[in-house]
């Protein structure tokens, strides 16, 4: 088979992507894209790719010789630039999330379903080791079916929000901290095979930087609460301005036991009723598979750049379905969206639509 033809347009997020696509052995970089020409310089010559492979006009971008488009812009950028890849006949791997309206979500899927492409959301936290490893766990039964669960995303990225020293906003400040919610909702939906019904949504309000009330990114802390078809119940918290270290918590609640990550690095910790001591055990967690080939390190985010893109080529060499089709991808995006039109409301619940 000949080898595949990426572009990747957004070089901040997709240096790391070049490595690992440039790493595998039935892939070749056709083009890079984006708007800053110093980034555009800077990893054309590292991967000593020509001037003429090289785009700071995205369309222009799309005419070049190309099988799929990677696409790692900013978040307001992805449903155009999907569509647009779409119809141009390229498979996409898209970016967390799909987009930032439910509208933009039905445009996406109705253009993947028309252009019998692949797509696939670029959830990366899905291919941690651990969370990979959990699935093993959880498809042998270990915790029996699985009742609740809960995920918290927490990390300040003030210095992303706005420039501290001209008082510039960036994109992220109009993201309210539910919508980026796919990192945690993600992971335990893919483990618990179950999808998002209903939806509530609170938050803090604005504590912590009163002078930004009217930028929803600075909300202090929102918790969406969910409702899943199977009657499971999810709870999700997310904050971009704590003050407190980065970390990613999930945790996962069985009728024969439970499976959570410490929020110590490196640690996790499971419970199997009849099985593991009466106060647990606790195990090595982490983001890296140690028998993973050395070219698996050289994305982001240990070894889960690695497999995602490993599974999505995969997907395409065989005419399969993708792990992270767009039906699941809206899935994850969409119940933040409502959970964050709950919260503006005091909290209602609200019914999340399911495209198909």
Same mark, same amino acid.
């Given at each position: 088979?000949?080898?595949?033809?990426?572009?990747?347009?957004?070089?901040?997020?997709?240096?790391?992507?070049? &490595?690992?696509?440039?790493?595998?052995?039935?892939?070749?970089?056709?083009? #890079?894209?984006?708007?800053?020409?110093?980034?555009?310089?800077?990893?054309?010559?590292?991967?000593? @790719?020509?001037?003429?492979?090289?785009?700071?006009?995205?369309?222009?971008?799309?005419?070049?010789?190309?099988?799929?488009?990677?696409?790692?812009?900013?978040? *307001?950028?992805?449903?155009? +630039?999907?569509?647009?890849? @779409?119809? &141009?006949?390229?498979?996409?791997?898209?970016?967390?999330?799909?987009?930032?309206?439910?509208?933009?979500?039905?445009?996406?899927?109705?253009?993947?379903?028309? &252009?019998?492409?692949?797509?696939?959301?670029?959830?990366?936290?899905?291919?941690?080791?651990?969370?990979?490893?959990?699935?093993?766990? #959880?498809?042998?039964?270990?915790?029996?079916?699985?009742?609740?669960?809960?995920?918290?995303?927490?990390?300040?990225?003030?210095?992303?929000?706005?420039? *501290?020293?001209?008082? +510039?906003?960036?994109?992220?400040?109009?993201?309210?901290? #539910?919508?980026?919610?796919?990192?945690?909702?993600?992971?335990? %939906?893919?483990?618990?095979?179950?999808?998002?019904?209903?939806?509530?949504?609170?938050?803090?309000?604005?504590?912590?930087?009163? +002078?930004?009330?009217?930028?929803?990114?600075? @909300?202090?802390?929102?918790?969406?609460?969910?409702?899943?078809?199977?009657?499971?119940?999810?709870?999700? %918290?997310?904050? +971009?301005?704590?003050?407190? *270290?980065?970390?990613?918590?999930?945790?996962?609640?069985?009728?024969?036991?439970?499976?959570?990550?410490?929020?110590?690095?490196?640690?996790?910790?499971?419970?199997?009723?009849?099985?593991?001591?009466?106060?647990?055990?606790?195990?090595?967690?982490?983001?890296?598979?140690?028998?993973?080939?050395?070219?698996?390190?050289?994305?982001?985010?240990?070894?889960?750049?690695?497999?995602?893109?490993?599974?999505?080529?995969?997907?395409?060499?065989?005419?399969?379905?993708?792990?992270?089709?767009?039906?699941?991808?809206?899935?994850?995006?969409?119940?933040?969206?409502?959970?964050?039109? &709950?919260?503006?409301?005091?909290?209602?619940?609200?019914?999340?639509?399911? %495209?198909?």
């Amino acid at each position: 088979m000949r080898k595949l033809k990426i572009g990747i347009v957004g070089l901040s997020r997709g240096r790391g992507f070049v &490595s690992v696509f440039s790493s595998h052995p039935d892939v070749t970089i056709s083009a #890079i894209c984006d708007i800053d020409q110093k980034k555009l310089a800077e990893v054309g010559d590292a991967f000593e @790719l020509p001037d003429s492979a090289r785009y700071s006009n995205f369309d222009d971008f799309l005419n070049d010789d190309m099988d799929i488009v990677m696409i790692a812009t900013p978040i *307001p950028f992805h449903a155009e +630039q999907t569509i647009k890849s @779409l119809q &141009s006949g390229k498979h996409v791997l898209c970016e967390q999330t799909v987009a930032y309206t439910i509208e933009e979500c039905e445009r996406v899927v109705e253009a993947v379903k028309k &252009s019998r492409k692949k797509y696939m959301m670029a959830e990366n936290y899905c291919y941690f080791h651990y969370i990979r490893e959990w699935k093993k766990i #959880i498809n042998a039964g270990e915790i029996g079916k699985i009742l609740y669960a809960e995920g918290e995303y927490i990390h300040n990225i003030f210095h992303l929000l706005v420039n *501290p020293e001209t008082g +510039q906003f960036y994109w992220r400040h109009e993201r309210p901290p #539910i919508w980026y919610c796919a990192h945690t909702l993600g992971p335990l %939906l893919m483990l618990m095979k179950d999808r998002i019904v209903k939806a509530c949504g609170l938050t803090t309000g604005f504590n912590i930087h009163p +002078q930004f009330k009217d930028h929803p990114g600075f @909300l202090d802390f929102e918790v969406g609460f969910f409702k899943t078809e199977t009657g499971a119940v999810v709870k999700i %918290l997310r904050s +971009q301005v704590p003050a407190c *270290p980065h970390f990613v918590w999930y945790c996962l609640y069985g009728t024969k036991g439970h499976l959570e990550n410490k929020r110590v690095k490196g640690e996790g910790f499971i419970y199997v009723d009849g099985k593991t001591p009466d106060d647990g055990e606790v195990f090595t967690s982490s983001v890296v598979d140690p028998n993973a080939p050395e070219e698996a390190k050289k994305g982001g985010h240990g070894t889960s750049e690695y497999y995602m893109i490993r599974d999505f080529l995969d997907s395409i060499k065989n005419n399969t379905e993708v792990p992270i089709n767009v039906f699941r991808a809206t899935e994850w995006t969409i119940p933040g969206i409502i959970a964050h039109q &709950s919260a503006m409301k005091g909290g209602t619940w609200l019914d999340v639509p399911i %495209l198909g």
